[in-house]
T-cell receptor
């Protein structure tokens, strides 16, 4: 496995701009997750895909946040009209559906967002 | 919503000492996971637990899934400098993925030379 890959690793943007993060999951992992982590806190679940279907999105922080996984492989997380409070690390994770492996969730290295 | 209480918040130990940290929840989880996170990096999976009472080891690390399904602990034996970091427990209610993981706030492990 090459691991979960995220890019860019760091993004500085001006308030009001849109940003997009990309995630390439571990190959053959059909489940993909996005989390957000702020300083001093554990990651916070945002959304979940099984293959190309987004099965959970109620935890996205606002309607400015959206995610896609069009072909069931890589995923993108977009934040529109960024605000300073969006500054955080955005983590992608993936797992393989299975009886015992349902909980073995592997994270990428994260994408740091700083909104100035 | 579900909350995980992770303790201690931080630990200052000498190299070679054993470490113990734990996580408790007000809700039942069906999966418990332990992660280690270094500054600026994503969490790295250490141990995954799927069954109440399960005790699993990974090298010097040992973790257990509590019988009540509301708690878990992680032990590290004979700590070494590279064990420094933040350790997170995480619980998942179901196996379907849609529940996501609920994380604790982490235990900062600091090793004094």
């Amino acid at each position: 496995d090459t691991g979960v890959s995220q890019n860019p690793r760091h993004k500085i943007t001006k308030r009001g701009q849109n940003v997009t993060f990309r995630c390439d999951p571990i190959s053959e992992h059909n489940r993909l997750y996005w989390y957000r982590q702020t300083l001093g806190q554990g990651p916070e679940f945002l959304t979940y895909f099984q293959n190309e279907a987004q099965l959970e999105k109620s935890r996205l922080l606002s309607d400015r946040f959206s995610a896609e996984r069009p072909k069931g492989s890589f995923s993108t997380l977009e934040i529109q009209r960024t605000e300073q409070g969006d500054s955080a690390m955005y983590l992608c994770a993936s797992s393989r559906q299975g009886v015992r492996s349902a909980g073995a969730i592997y994270f990428g290295e994260g994408s740091w967002l700083t909104v100035v | 919503g579900q909350q995980l209480n992770q303790s201690p918040q931080s630990m200052f130990i000498q190299e070679g000492e054993d470490v113990s940290m734990n996580c408790t929840s007000s809700s039942i989880f069906n999966t418990w996971l332990w992660y280690k996170q270094d500054p600026g990096e994503g969490p790295v999976l250490l141990i995954a637990l799927y069954k109440a009472g399960e005790l699993t080891s990974n090298g010097r690390l040992t973790a257990q899934f509590g019988i009540t399904r509301k708690d878990s602990f992680l032990n590290i034996s004979a700590s070494i400098p590279s064990d420094v970091g933040i350790y997170f427990c995480a619980g998942q209610l179901g196996g379907g993925g849609a529940d996501g993981l609920t994380f604790g706030k982490g235990t900062h492990l600091i090793i004094q030379p």
